[in-house]
């Protein structure tokens, strides 16, 4: 069975550029979540997407956007970077059974904003 | 805001070493999860506890659901250096469905 995959797995942009992070999730895995992995602060919720519909956001601002396509990929847009967007941004994948899941994360995509 | 602490947030220790991991919060959890995570990689899932006192063991990792669920701890015995490693416990709340909780984590290093 092929993990969550992500990608890139590296990514650099520049103060005020947009960013576009991907991910499949497990074959079967309905919602897919995004967390934030800054450093020294730990997995912070961002976004997740069941059926492809948005079912609840972290406390983010709005330029943190993303979607979930009809096979269950997902995409995470940031827009207007700034230089502490630079974390590790994870996705995970889950079939939903209702309060929180257990997830099973990919590797993550390294956004260094300079 | 539904907050996880875990500690200690450095533990140091020799192989065959026993240490225990602590995730504690003033809210009640629905389940609670333990992962995994390692330098360049994503967490990984060890173990789900949903009842109060639930206790639950993976070979030489043993893990304790409190029994008014708002707390947790992991204990490893005879510790290996493939043990080394980021633990983080995560929780589920009623009413904020799908979202997960994380503690900060415990920085494991098991020196051979």
């Known amino acids: 069975e092929a993990g969550v995959t992500q990608s890139p797995t590296h990514l650099i942009k520049t103060r005020g550029q947009q960013a576009t992070l991907r991910c499949s999730p497990i074959?079967?895995?309905?919602?897919v979540y995004w967390y934030q992995q800054a450093l020294g602060l730990g997995l912070q919720f961002l976004l997740w997407?069941?059926?492809?519909?948005?079912?609840n956001r972290g406390n983010f601002p709005p330029r943190f956007s993303g979607r979930q396509f009809p096979n269950y990929s997902s995409e995470l847009n940031v827009n207007a970077l700034e230089l502490e967007d630079s974390a590790l941004y994870l996705c995970?994948?889950?079939?939903?059974?209702?309060?929180?899941?257990?997830?099973?994360f990919g590797n993550g995509t390294r956004l260094t904003v300079t | 805001t539904q907050l996880l602490e875990q500690s200690p947030q450095f533990l140091s220790i020799q192989e065959g070493e026993n240490l225990t991991v602590y995730c504690n919060s003033s809210?009640?959890?629905?389940?609670l999860q333990w992962y995994r995570q390692e330098p360049g990689e994503g967490p990984v899932l060890l173990v789900t506890?949903?009842?109060?006192?639930e206790v639950k063991k993976l070979k030489r990792l043993t893990f304790q659901f409190g029994d008014a669920r708002k707390d947790s701890s992991l204990h490893i015995t005879a510790a290996q250096p493939g043990d080394t490693g980021l633990y983080l416990c995560?929780?589920?709340?009623?009413?904020?469905?799908?979202?997960?909780?994380f503690g900060d984590g415990t920085t494991l290093t098991v020196k051979p």
């Open positions: 995970a994948s889950s079939l939903y059974v209702g309060g929180s899941s257990p997830l099973h």
């Open positions: 074959s079967g895995h309905t919602s």
């Open positions: 997407y069941d059926e492809g519909e948005e079912r």
């Open positions: 809210s009640v959890f629905s389940s």
């Open positions: 506890v949903v009842t109060g006192g």
């Open positions: 995560a929780g589920g709340a009623r009413g904020n469905a799908g979202k997960s909780t």
